[in-house]
């Protein structure tokens, strides 16, 4: 009796701790939670041809991370829109990082070296051939975004907004996530679901 007593306990905390756990789960993301502290990065290759790490970005605001790729089109059409975040946010102290993960020949760093070039990047560009960043993101799509607040935890992740054709845009997900993390707020809209090209993990 004793033990079947002892084995009821167990088996309800366990549930109980389940149910905590996928209570707290993100929705798209079965790697990262919201509120979990950001994998970090080290000695990946940039366009400019140097090594950076997360640990770099320490003086920044916020920093936010998109995984993205040279040929897949829809992390293309959203190249403007990063090109202008950037621009209106690094006054405020944000930093925005690109990441490359895939191993097609037209996303290696010869070809993304080109593409920066082309279109005037004007944030980090940076190659991981190992892919072991996009995996500890959970990334499974380009473009995927990751909003890290000052104490470079996941505030904001998902898409950048809610369509691929700017003129349709009608919710800025990452900029209103930047507006309140900026102001010490948490954002309202914390997850959403990325669309675009599969990430190939190899």
Not at 54 to 69: G, I, Q, R, S
Not at 134 to 149: I, S, W
């Amino acid at each position: 009796m004793k033990s079947r007593i002892v084995f009821s306990v167990a088996l309800v905390s366990g549930l109980l701790l389940a149910a905590s756990h996928s209570s707290s789960a993100a929705k798209f993301n079965r790697v990262l939670d919201i509120g979990s502290q950001a994998p970090e990065w080290k000695g990946l290759e940039g366009v400019d041809g140097k090594k950076h790490g997360l640990a770099e970005l320490k003086k920044a605001k916020a920093v936010v991370v998109v995984f993205t790729c040279n040929h897949c089109p829809v992390a293309k059409s959203y190249e403007k829109r990063l090109i202008e975040l950037t621009k209106k946010y690094e006054e405020k102290g944000v930093k925005v990082v690109a990441i490359s993960v895939s191993l097609y020949e037209a996303d290696l760093l010869d070809e993304m070296k080109k593409r920066a070039e082309e279109k005037k990047y004007n944030f980090e560009y940076l190659h991981d051939p190992s892919q072991k960043i996009g995996e500890a993101f959970g990334v499974l799509r380009t473009p995927t975004v990751f909003l890290l607040d000052q104490d470079r935890k996941v505030a904001y992740m998902g898409a950048f907004d809610d369509d691929m054709y700017e003129e349709r845009v009608t919710e800025s997900y990452l900029k209103d996530g930047l507006d309140a993390v900026l102001s010490g707020k948490a954002p309202e809209v914390t997850e959403t679901k990325s669309s675009g090209c599969p990430v190939a993990y190899e």
